[in-house]
């Protein structure tokens, strides 16, 4: 059986992951589970994330009345996918069942999980030793200003900005759940650390270039270019929240909590950090839709 998972897919809140997992759901040269993210490696409670795989052993969920409907009742609406879904919920969780999840997969094959891009390193080199350091992991970002931004606006569904919320807005903007999913230099020096390669993969190129986008990360995983002439909808974005504009007031506050890291990005890699650093991108044009690091 080839178990080898060629990629992962990590990202930073509201920068992309499920435009991607839909753009690769069009590929016939891809093979993805049914379910977008496995959250494997942060099944742990200690983590942020809501996680159905913290109970590690079935006979313990088993005990539960309503997980055992739910599981059920998941597993029937998805006849298509049964015994995959089967296995999803009546297994015990370990390396070895994690890796079957791909069972039979013959193509290119691999997950979408956002929420590791927030792992702590000794998960992070548990994955690679189990997946391998060749594994190629595609890092969606956002300028954490407007990611933030979008986060916020979508969580609490706001229609309109009212003033008065602001030392709420505060508040959920310096959580850790919010902070953590933005500290992309961190992420990015530990998946370094750990993988020969990354590819940083820009959500501005989505409205911007998207084709250009798809196609760097289709060489990426060395699969035929072509194909993605037959997509469509390639600049439909996902799971959108309405536009409002960022209040200045807030603007300023998650301008003094990123600039010094986008700062630091831009030094080091350019691109679109550089265009993050430049208030209405002015002077500069075309950055490329990726950055590989090997």
Known sequence: MNTKIDFIGI?????????????????????????????????SSTYLSPNILEETLLKDRMKNPKWVLRSIF???????????????????YSDKWYLSLFKGYSKCKGEITPAYAILREEDIS??????GEDTKI????????DRAWSSYKYKYNITEYDKGDYEDAKRFFVSDYQVFRSEYLKTIQLYKKYFNSICLAFFDAITENPKDLLFDIFNYLNLDTKEIDSFSGLQKRINTSRTIEIPDRIYNFLTDMYQEQIKELSIEYGEYFRTWQI????????????IILK
């Open 11 to 43: 990202g930073a809140q509201k920068a992309g992951t499920t435009w991607l997992f839909k753009q690769f759901e069009k590929s016939n040269q891809i093979q993805l589970p049914p379910v977008k993210e496995l959250h494997y490696f942060d099944r």
């Open 74 to 92: 998941e597993i029937l609406k998805n006849a298509k996918d049964f015994g995959w879904f089967k296995k999803w919920y009546f297994s015990d």
């Open 138 to 145: 595609i890092f969606m970002l956002r300028n954490p200003i």
């Open 279 to 290: 208030q209405n991108n002015i002077g500069y044009i075309s950055p490329k839709p990726t």
């Open 126 to 131: 548990e994955m690679s030793k189990l997946l």
